[in-house]
């Protein structure tokens, strides 16, 4: 995505509420507060994020393992964009792939290339992916029902 996609794509976001911000309101996020995030929506304070090399390498990866994914499962992964619901439009997420098995949607894919420096964040995986990144799922899905 280049700088003006990126522009038009924050701007579409700001006064949305995106897959990522659920769990951010529901006090589950824990790089931001909701307040943070009102800030932001409100236009108090800049919501873009300074990029790191965690983000950078998230990037170069997805469509590796997009493609890994697809030949790994014999399905088509389609990436959306931004989408908005159709009758609440103040909702929104980018899904990182919707899976297509025989021409017909059958679910989301959402990748993580989250690098586990201690054994802190480790154990956040144990059973399941982290509270937060499931509200972005669950997100992900109320847009695609």
Request: hydrophobic residues 35%; glycine residues 6%; proline residues 6%.
């Amino acid at each position: 995505m280049n700088s003006e996609e990126k522009r038009q794509w924050l701007e579409a976001r700001r006064h949305r509420i995106s897959g990522t911000d659920w769990a951010t309101i529901l006090g589950l996020n824990p790089w931001k507060s909701a307040h943070q995030l009102w800030l932001e929506k409100s236009g108090h304070v800049s919501d873009e994020i300074e990029d790191n090399p965690s983000m950078y390498w998230g990037r170069k990866l997805e469509p590796c393992i997009i493609q890994a994914y697809e030949e790994k499962n014999f399905c088509a992964v389609k990436q959306p964009g931004l989408l908005i619901h159709p009758e609440h439009d103040f909702i929104c997420g980018t899904p990182d792939g919707l899976v297509y098995e025989e021409e017909l949607l059958s679910h989301g894919l959402e990748i993580k290339t989250a690098t586990i420096k201690n054994s802190k964040y480790l154990s956040n995986w144990d059973a399941q992916p982290p509270i937060h990144y499931q509200w972005q799922c669950r997100a992900y899905m109320f847009l695609t029902d």
